[in-house]
């Protein structure tokens, strides 16, 4: 494949997953498999330098009930008015608060990261977790964006935005208490707000077990899996996706009795992309602004390596 090609699949990945819920027990991708027990504390400080601890880290992270991380009683105590909704991406979590004109909302995911690097913004260290506290856009104080990471790379985003308050001094309250309930590894379904679905705790990179001769690329995501097979980079995503815009500028296809979605990618349309829905709908207002689907995606930079990865994942997912 040129570079161009692998350049181009790779921004059509990244344009895929962009927004909430960007990356479950450690089901492998089996919704049958039991869940795996919640990590001690102290597995979160130590380092994850090689790739088996790193997807042991992904595994324990996907296993992490975001929503939990701040309760409803703790949204309660924020005195920012009544909470309105609730709503969720996979492994992102969305409340509104307040008014419906001057509305309050705490936006925060979990994902895994490097060491942080500022470039804006203080940092300090609460303990051994590294934060990253930056406020809005030429300092407005009603923005704040905050990131604690923690030693093995797992790591939260909270994203604040309060009418009339300091939103950076809203998320220094809230960090110290979100890092406690992290390590404290609530398991997914610990909140109430959390839907179950087949995707959460699903490893997007469990169909490498059904698939042979399969590289590492040496990225390890929470909702993505890329790996190399039969020479071609092959990207697995697995997320929560409007059913419309899956079937936009698509043709169906049949894979093993299951409809599947083709469509190409916005920046080179040689390049396949395929996708289909692996669950029912999630519940009427659990997701924001409109409703969604867990679905799976595969790419690659052809149609007959997308279509074997693509059998191999709905075999992960049985109706």
Partial sequence: MT??????????????VVGCGDDTSTRTGDPGAPAAPARPPEFWSQSAATPEKQSAVAAATRQIDVCALLPRDTLDDLDLGDIRSVTVGLYSCRATLGAADDAATLTWHSTLLPTLTPHRGRSEQLGDVSALVVPGRDGDPRACGATAR?????????DVSVPDRDSCAVADGLLPGMIERWRQSPTQGSSPDTPPTVLL???????????TGTADTDERRLTQCLFRYRDETVTV????????QMRARSTEEKTDDRTVL???SLYDSSIPIYSTAV???LPSGSTAFVSRVPAVEVT????????????????????
């Fill in 262 to 264: 083709r469509s190409t």
């Fill in 237 to 244: 995503v697995y997320d929560y996706r409007v059913p419309d």
């Fill in 201 to 211: 705790g699903a490893d997007p990179c469990a169909v490498r077990a059904k698939l």
């Fill in 150 to 158: 923690f030693p093995a790379g797992a790591a939260f985003y909270l």
């Fill in 3 to 16: 570079i161009y090609r692998t350049l181009a699949l790779v921004a059509a990945v990244l344009l895929a």
């Fill in 279 to 281: 669950g029912p709908e």
């Fill in 300 to 319: 690659s930079a052809t149609d007959d390596v997308a279509r074997d990865v693509m059998s191999q994942v709905l075999t992960l997912f049985p109706r």
